[in-house]
């Protein structure tokens, strides 16, 4: 398996509060993504970076926000949790469009 | 837009038997890929095959291969020999080949595969 990691794997937490899900790898990979995804259903992109201090937002309207400072991590800001986020999201990267590489995922729960 | 359909929420397949993932999309595109990710229970999502759009022949990895019928914009995933380790959430994928959202992946609803022993 791919060398990409988040933590926290699992986080409840109350609403108001803020969060920070990191995401890292260790493979060099430029392209970095976040995507959200609902029990049982399909993933949609919220973030994308294809390098350092560079970041755009995904197809799926998401108040979460990201940072690229350095080129192995990408970590995601919830400034005020509510229970709309809770959810899985997951972290990807690659060199290429054509292969991402997943992370295992943290699941939200805001209550 | 975009968007990619996946018509079985639920497949089960006997072990050692063949089974079909069916999968259609809507792009007016004519250069695009075509993927299948592989994505086990508590465990991370994985590539499983791709396929380039301007390729006719049928993309094929060990035993798992794929029936692309461009013209009707079908891309079913056909697992031989099932294993108990296919067991998984099935999703399909698709992405552009040019323009500013060409990294990113419009994916399907998923199906779940059941491999019985």
């Known amino acids: 398996e791919a060398d990409i990691y988040q933590t926290p794997r699992y986080l409840v937490i109350g609403t108001g509060k803020k969060i920070t899900l990191e995401c890292s790898q260790t493979?060099?990979?430029?392209?970095m993504y976040w995507y959200q995804q609902d029990p049982g259903m399909e993933l949609h992109l919220i973030h994308y970076?294809?390098?350092?201090?560079?970041?755009e937002k995904g197809d799926l309207s998401s108040e979460s926000t990201v940072s690229r400072i350095r080129t192995e991590h990408f970590p995601l800001t919830l400034e005020s949790a509510r229970p709309s986020h809770t959810s899985q999201y997951l972290c990807?990267?690659?060199?290429?469009?054509?292969?991402?590489?997943f992370g295992p995922g943290t699941r939200l729960t805001v209550l | 837009a975009q968007t990619v359909t996946q018509s079985q929420p639920e497949m089960s397949v006997q072990e050692a038997e063949t089974v079909t993932l069916s999968c259609t999309y809507d792009?007016?595109?004519?250069?695009?890929?075509l993927f299948w990710y592989k994505q086990p229970p508590s465990r991370q999502m994985i590539l499983v095959i791709r396929?380039?759009?301007?390729?006719?022949q049928n993309a094929t990895e060990n035993r798992f291969s794929v029936n692309f019928q461009k013209a009707a914009k079908s891309f079913s995933l056909k697992i031989s020999d099932s294993q108990l380790g296919d067991a998984a959430m099935y999703f399909c994928a698709y992405r552009i080949l040019y323009g500013g959202s060409q990294g990113n992946l419009i994916f399907g609803k998923g199906t779940k595969l059941s491999v019985k022993p």
């Open positions: 990807a990267s690659g060199y290429s469009y054509n292969e991402q590489f």
């Open positions: 792009t007016s595109e004519s250069d695009y890929y």
């Open positions: 493979m060099g990979h430029d392209k």
């Open positions: 396929q380039e759009a301007y390729k006719q």
């Open positions: 970076s294809y390098g350092v201090n560079s970041t």
